[in-house]
């Protein structure tokens, strides 16, 4: 390969890359914020807010990582479907807080918990550290697309594909049961 | 390109603040949402080695997680709703009925 064909390939390849890394690394700025303020929330309302901003940053990211059709997927059944559900609960079962947000009793509990946690972490970033991919080729045609996935979904995943829709239908109907008023009891207390 | 352990270090940041919100907060509700954090977590890094591999599997597998987060999510909320009906209270450290 010549240079001159190099540096005409390497110019906008370039330009391109580190345009993603600093969309990388705003949306996982906003990610991790969002989940810490998430996590540290005494008012439940916030917490939900907060997480709908950390669940639009990873469809962000999985944009990043050519996964389109999963990104949209991503806004409209989390931040949408499963956040609205929560801020309904919240609504019903909200109640302020007026513990500390976590309390570990004893010194045994806590020296424990430092240990375990040191362990995940070491055993965790060795995991990291070892993995050393390959150079990344861009995906091939389709990667991604409603259409690449149908196909795997329909293909070689056709029974989980199926057996999902069932799981659905259960966990629908369950839900419904488990949280209903229960008016026959309510009538029959009644005179 | 972004490398694919940048993807992976995100994911397990997320994964640690959610498993941290399900082992310490006392809030049914914050414990749940922990949950949620964790489940995207694990799909960002499905996600990741799909990109890696060029597999679209990976993808497929993230979908089924999503549609069980979503099943997981609305049991998960109305066992809240019901408890709190019974026992006017979300949080988890006085749900003891079955202790005794």
């Given at each position: 390969m010549n240079p001159v064909r190099a540096t005409v390939e390497i110019g906008p390849q370039a330009g391109m890359a580190s345009g993603a890394l600093i969309l990388f690394w705003v949306f996982a700025v906003i990610a991790v914020a969002g989940a810490l303020a998430t996590v540290t929330r005494r008012n439940a309302v916030t917490a939900v807010v907060c997480l709908v901003g950390t669940f639009f940053a990873i469809a962000a990211e999985f944009l990043l990582?050519?996964?389109?059709?999963?990104?949209?997927?991503?806004?409209?059944?989390?931040?949408g479907a499963i956040m609205v559900l929560f801020v309904f609960v919240v609504m019903v079962v909200s109640r302020g807080e007026a513990d500390p947000l976590w309390k570990l009793q004893g010194p045994v509990t806590k020296t424990v918990a430092v240990l375990a946690m040191g362990t995940l972490l070491w055993r965790g970033w060795h995991a990291l550290r070892s993995f050393q991919p390959a150079?990344?080729?861009?995906?091939?045609?389709?990667?991604g697309t409603v259409g690449g996935v149908g196909q795997v979904l329909l293909g070689d995943f056709l029974f989980p594909f199926e057996a999902i829709s069932i799981l659905l239908l259960v966990a629908v109907v369950g839900a419904l049961v488990i949280a209903r008023h229960h008016h026959d009891k309510d009538k029959a207390a009644q005179p | 390109m972004i490398p694919v352990?940048?993807?992976?270090?995100?994911a397990a940041i997320l994964f640690a603040i959610g498993l941290s919100a399900v082992l310490?907060?006392?809030?049914?509700?914050?414990?749940?949402?922990g949950v949620e954090?964790?489940?995207?977590?694990?799909?960002?890094?499905?996600l990741a080695f799909a990109r890696a591999h060029h597999d679209l599997r990976g993808h497929a597998i993230a979908f089924l997680v999503i549609a069980t987060a979503a099943a997981e999510a609305a049991v998960g909320l109305a066992i809240v709703v019901g408890i709190f009906r019974t026992r006017h209270t979300a949080n988890i450290d006085e749900v003891t009925l079955m202790k005794h």
């Open positions: 990582l050519y996964a389109q059709f999963l990104a949209v997927i991503q806004v409209l059944v989390y931040a150079r990344i080729d861009p995906p091939p045609t389709g990667f | 352990s940048n993807f992976l270090y995100l310490l907060r006392r809030n049914a509700l914050i414990v749940l949402m954090l964790m489940l995207n977590a694990a799909n960002l890094t499905l």
